[in-house]
């Protein structure tokens, strides 16, 4: 099994900067893939950035300019660094993991608020 861990978000400023982190723990050595998306009250939850054998990386058209994917092999971890946020990034993020098998995990989720 594989078990991730976000933490990094918090109250925010718009204009402000966060960068969120996930760690993945367990049987994560057959991960491929991991990534961010979010979800707000009453909203679907939608994806926001991914990244792939650690250099391959795509985002949502919302994000793009703003956010950035990185990840470390080593450290089993993904990053998110959020820039130039916005009222409308409000939203609980999630961190996300594919393995090479199709296994998909989801993290608990972590809270960026950014006030107006």
């Known amino acids: 099994q594989v078990q991730l861990v976000e933490s990094g978000g918090g109250l925010v400023q718009p204009g402000g900067s966060l960068r969120l982190s996930c760690v993945a723990s367990g049987e994560a050595f057959n991960i491929n893939t991991m990534g961010w998306y979010r979800q707000a009250p009453g909203k679907e939850r939608e994806f926001v950035a991914v990244i792939s054998s650690g250099i391959i990386s795509n985002y949502s058209s919302s994000v793009k300019g703003r956010f950035t994917i990185s990840s470390d092999g080593i450290k089993n971890t993904v990053y998110l660094r959020m820039n130039s946020l916005k009222p409308e990034d409000t939203a609980t993020y999630f961190c996300?993991?594919?393995?090479?098998?199709?296994?998909?995990?989801w993290g608990q989720g972590t809270q960026v608020t950014v006030s107006s």
């Open positions: 996300y993991a594919r393995s090479r098998v199709g296994v998909h995990y």
